[in-house]
């Protein structure tokens, strides 16, 4: 069965400092792995996808994310934090069954200060 | 509007009455979804329709819960009997095609306080 660990409930960073949030994954196929982002009161939005093509996958608002078999790992990342990515994070993998059912993680809530 | 539109956004019931929860998936799209927020935690997947048909529903965590989505667009998603452990918001999500790389597009969801 599939599942995904998320290290870290919260994490405080400042302003322009990196961000590096993590996420651990189970899967008894090669996985389809997922960032999406929740600002309050909203749904997700999806930041980046792993589908197996390349390991270092680049997504919206300078968020990359780089797949790791060895390790199980799929940790997100961006070089500068900006006062706009406060926000929670999910990470998810595909449930298999073809149609792409996502088993989430509890998520990780980022805070940025100045 | 082009996204995935919910209602109502906040609903409050009294224990044990009857609520349904409605979902406008972007048009066109072919896979809907609807997933539940416990406060603090990650969405759950709830149950899946391709077009009309429900395909999986083993995310429903009781037959008070029923979900029906009868001419491949708009879902409902009814509670009977509510309990207080069905506070919550429900997500809806949709899909332009059937597939594991298929990205969701979620609604703002609907955040359900039962009383």
């Known amino acids: 069965a599939q599942s995904v660990t998320q290290l870290g409930s919260h994490v405080s960073v400042s302003e322009g400092a990196l961000v590096l949030l993590r996420c651990n994954y189970s899967s008894s196929v090669p996985p389809y792995l997922f960032w999406y982002v929740q600002y309050p009161n909203q749904g997700l939005q999806l930041l980046l996808k792993?589908?197996?093509?390349?390991?270092l996958v680049k997504g919206i608002n300078g968020f990359e994310a780089e797949f790791k078999k060895s390790e199980t790992s799929f940790h997100l990342t961006k070089p500068s934090a900006h006062m706009s990515d406060a926000a929670e994070y999910f990470c998810a993998v595909s449930g298999g069954g073809g149609y792409n059912k996502l088993i989430f993680g509890a998520g990780t809530r980022l805070a940025v200060h100045p | 509007g082009a996204g995935v539109s919910q209602s109502p956004r906040y609903k409050v019931a009294k224990r044990g009455q009857d609520v349904a929860l409605r979902c406008d998936p972007i048009s066109g799209h072919v896979s809907l979804f609807w997933y539940q927020q416990a406060l603090g935690q990650g969405p759950e997947f709830l149950t899946y329709?391709?077009?009309?048909?429900?395909?999986?529903k083993s995310g429903l965590p009781s037959d008070r819960f029923f979900a029906e989505r009868p001419e491949g667009s708009v879902s409902t998603l009814k509670i009977q009997r509510t309990q207080q452990e069905d506070s919550a918001v429900y997500l809806c999500?949709?899909?332009?095609?059937?597939?594991?790389?298929?990205?969701?597009?979620f609604g703002d969801g609907t955040r359900l306080s039962i009383l």
């Open positions: 999500a949709s899909s332009l095609a059937v597939g594991q790389g298929q990205p969701q597009h």
């Open positions: 329709f391709q077009n009309e048909a429900q395909l999986d």
């Open positions: 792993y589908t197996s093509a390349a390991t």
